[in-house]
Each structure stands twice: as C-alpha cells, then as structure tokens.
Nanobody
Framework: QVQLVESGGGLVQAGGSLRLSCAAS????????MGWFRQAPGKEREFVAT????????YYADSGKDRFTISRDNARDTVYLQMNSLRPEDTAVYYC????????????????WGQGTQVTVSP
C-alpha cells in the first residue's frame, strides 16, 4: 500500500504563492503517476495537475496553466505543487493522489489519496 501526506497549505493573499508537498511511503513510489486535485465546498472534486512516474510528462487544468507547476523528487518520495499568482477562486482543499498506471485527469482512476490540505486565498 501507499500512504500520502500533504502539507504546505495555508492562508495567502491574492497574487501570492504557496508550495504544496506530498510525502509518500510504501511500495515503490517512482512507478506511480501522481496527481493533484482540489475540492471547494459544494463543488465536485476537480483535476489540477498530474505527472508521470519519471516526471517526463505533465498535464495541467486550464485553471492552473502558466501559474502552477507540478514536480517530483523520487529520491525523496515527494511530489510538489508550486502555485503562483493565486486567486480567490483557487480556495479549496487540495488532495494528492497516486495510481499504479499512467497519468489521468479522472479522480476515479487513482488508487491512493492523502487527507488534503486547505488553501485559502483572500481577496
């Protein structure tokens, strides 16, 4: 099994930046595609970004293009989401997820999930 723990969320003013981290433990982390998703109250969980096991392929939702960057450090079993130019509409709980397959934008295809970390962007 794989355990995921997110950190780095918090309160930030519009235009500011945050870097989220996702620490993984368990069986071989480097063979898992990783994703970031977010969910605001009363809304569906939505795709944010994903990265292949090697880090060679990355994909972003339109909402985060040119503002967010996903990366991974397999030696440290950690995935990051760098978020710049944050907007109030980015406010949500952000979740890290892993799957033993290629990248996907669908949350239903991921096998493991972290507990989430709150990101709040003030106007």
């Amino acid at each position: 099994q794989v355990q995921l723990v997110e950190s780095g969320g918090g309160l930030v003013q519009a235009g500011g930046s945050l870097r989220l981290s996702c620490a993984a433990s368990g069986r071989t982390f480097r063979n898992y595609a990783m994703g970031w998703f977010r969910q605001a109250p009363g809304k569906e969980r939505e795709f944010v970004a994903t990265i292949s096991w090697s880090g060679g392929n990355t994909y972003y939702a339109d909402s985060g293009k040119d503002r967010f960057t996903i990366s991974r450090d397999n030696a440290r079993d950690t995935v990051y989401l760098q978020m710049n130019s944050l907007r109030p509409e980015d406010t949500a709980v952000y979740y890290c997820a892993a799957r033993a397959a290629g990248t996907s934008q669908s949350p239903t295809l991921y096998d493991y999930w972290g507990q989430g970390t709150q990101v709040t962007v003030s106007p």
